[in-house]
């Protein structure tokens, strides 16, 4: 899982361009087959995935292209053509390399968790609605916002005719909900090495172990803090 890939955004889940591409050249000589897609996964596979929709991912699917190599870039709609998001010619571009496109929300809450039925219905049924109309296929794979998953999020997605699910659990074990598949990712930061990004790709169990045993420990945190989690991360990078 990656979020953005640009030069000189602070945030831990961004990814140098530089950095990127020595992840890309790790993987493809640790792994022998291409990525695979939601949609003819298969045991042993690799999937890789973008979340939020950043204006990067344009660059991020055409060096995926050159590879020939396949990915999953997840939209909050309501960001599309803001400020360092992809406008729809830009998510267009980027399903016309091949990629798939899926629903990360409609407007990307903080705490997904959190919300109601029905504005989980919501977040869910309209992004999906909108990214059909404008893309002309259906879209029936989505992400999680913020990684918070509960069962009433995973509910809500199969409400809305949902298919596959991708949350941030760092777990290689598929699960599912109601017949929808719930896909777990490790996720890939500023920090990360190339060595790390190819072990997790191979499916190497113990940089999973260690971001899951991180993960387990940062929910707790977020439960504590509540809805003073994001704004207490912002301000802690902001200081870095």
Known sequence: MYHDVVEGNPDIYNVEPARFDEHLEAIERAV????????ELAEGDWMITFDD?????????????????RGHFFIATDMIGQLNYLDWDGVRAVAG????????????PDRMAACS????????????????????????????????YSREVGRAAVAAGYTSLFTSLPSQRLRSIDGCRLIGRYALRRDSSAGAA???ATGAPLPWARQRAAWGLRGAVKAVAGKRYESLRRALLARR
């Open 198 to 200: 190819a072990a997790a």
């Open 117 to 148: 039925w029905e504005q989980l219905l919501d977040e869910w049924s309209s992004s999906a609605e909108v990214l059909t109309r404008e893309l002309g296929q259906p879209v029936r794979t989505a992400s999680v916002p913020g990684g918070l």
């Open 32 to 39: 022998e087959r291409p990525p695979a897609v939601v949609d």
């Open 53 to 69: 929709g950043g204006a990067s991912a344009l660059h991020a699917g055409e060096r995926l292209a050159r590879r020939s190599w």
């Open 97 to 108: 390399m091949g990629h798939v496109i899926g629903s990360h929300s409609r407007t990307h």
